[in-house]
T-cell receptor, first 106, second 115 residues
Framework: KNEVEQSPQNLTAQEGEFITINCSYS?????LHWLQQHPGGGIVSLFM???GKKKHGRLIATINIQEKHSSLHITASHPRDSAVYIC????????FGTGTSLTVIP | NAGVTQTPKFRILKIGQSMTLQCTQD?????MYWYRQDPGMGLKLIYY???????DKGEVPNGYNVSRSTTEDFPLRLELAAPSQTSVYFC??????????????FGQGTRLTVV
């Protein structure tokens, strides 16, 4: 069993929809990262959070330390948001989820 | 800043061949990492470095070697390529240790196929 589980694995949405990607983890953590992997393969760090909520443009990330759960929300989704979104946590070492593949259809 | 630069982007190796994946960062980051990404699996840490001259094994180091002679460069060496090393490899860097209050920067990835 992975230390980090993401859901859903795949997600297709219509442009403009509100999207939620979930991340649950089973270890005590010092921080959680959300990463975006572009179709070309490159990975970009979106957020690093250890409590509460962070917002950047149309992206919002929340974390509930007690429930060991984080969510990534995308408001007013756009086709350029199509990517794989990866949740990663630090607990001693770094653990990565397998990613959520998002496709936004025009 | 170029960020993290990985070369090559694609490579096909025959079993038993060797190669070096290059990774360079121009952000003066102390920490550098090599990960591999296999289908349906999360990224796995191969090796990492906390500064020039210091390297350490990650979760899946077998079959690989690294060096860190400068702050900027962190090459990954495959000595005897095996089909199990077919994967996508990512180099990453950060100023502080990943998981602390630090941004992580990733390279574009190297898709390696061993036949």
């Amino acid at each position: 069993k992975n230390e980090v589980e993401q859901s859903p694995q795949n997600l297709t949405a219509q442009e403009g929809e509100f999207i939620t990607i979930n991340c649950s983890y089973s270890v005590g953590i010092s921080a959680l990262h959300w990463l975006q992997q572009h179709p070309g393969g490159g990975i970009v760090s979106l957020f690093m959070l250890s409590s509460g909520k962070k917002k950047h443009g149309r992206l919002i990330a929340t974390i509930n330390i007690q429930e060991k759960h984080s969510s990534l929300h995308i408001t007013a989704s756009h086709p350029r948001d199509s990517a794989v979104y990866i949740c990663a946590v630090r607990s001693g070492q770094f653990y990565f989820g397998t990613g959520t593949s998002l496709t936004v259809i025009p | 800043n170029a960020g993290v630069t990985q070369t090559p982007k694609f490579r096909i190796l025959k079993i038993g061949q060797s190669m070096t994946l290059q990774c360079t960062q121009d952000m003066n980051h102390n920490y550098m990492y090599w990960y591999r990404q296999d289908p349906g699996m999360g990224l796995k840490l191969i090796y990492y470095s906390v500064g020039a001259g210091i390297t350490d094994k990650g979760e899946v180091p077998n079959g690989y070697n690294v060096s860190r002679s400068t702050t900027e460069d962190f090459p990954l060496r495959l000595e005897l390529a095996a089909p199990s090393q077919t994967s996508v490899y990512f180099c990453a860097s950060s100023y502080f240790q990943l998981g602390t209050n630090t941004e992580a920067f990733f390279g574009q990835g190297t898709r390696l196929t061993v036949v």
